[in-house]
């Protein structure tokens, strides 16, 4: 799975995202995932392996996280985010690590 969102950072300043499953360190911010900045301000997280054989949930939540130096600065606003990968799969027809979710803004 790929995680993409869209946010102009400052300098110094990095994303990464924090979650309700291992992957996404359970919410855990020093052990949140760290996005790597693309072109036109996208930060990208990918090869998220999530496995239903393996016992993984493909239920969860998640939210961006602001850092700088490494540190949590800011978690974005709002509701936490909610990602149903059967749901997206059935969709999409699809396996899980082909799944793409893309968010516009934090």
């Known amino acids: 799975m790929t995680l993409r969102v869209n946010y102009k950072t400052e300098y110094g300043q990095e994303v990464a995202v924090v979650g ?5 360190g359970c919410w855990d911010v ?7 900045w693309t072109e036109g ?11 239903e054989g393996n ?5 969860f939540m998640y939210k961006y996280v602001l850092l700088r130096k490494g540190k949590h600065r800011l978690y ?3 509701f936490n985010r909610i990602a149903d990968l059967k749901l ?3 969709k ?3 396996d899980f690590d082909r ?3 893309i968010n516009n803004q934090i």
């Open 20 to 24: 309700s499953i291992s992957r996404l």
């Open 30 to 36: 020093k052990q949140a995932l760290e996005m790597k």
């Open 41 to 51: 301000h996208n930060w990208v997280a990918e090869n998220i392996r999530i496995s």
């Open 55 to 59: 016992g993984d949930p493909t239920y």
């Open 76 to 78: 974005e606003r709002g």
């Open 88 to 90: 997206l799969k059935a």
């Open 92 to 94: 999409k027809g699809k």
């Open 99 to 101: 799944l793409e979710l």
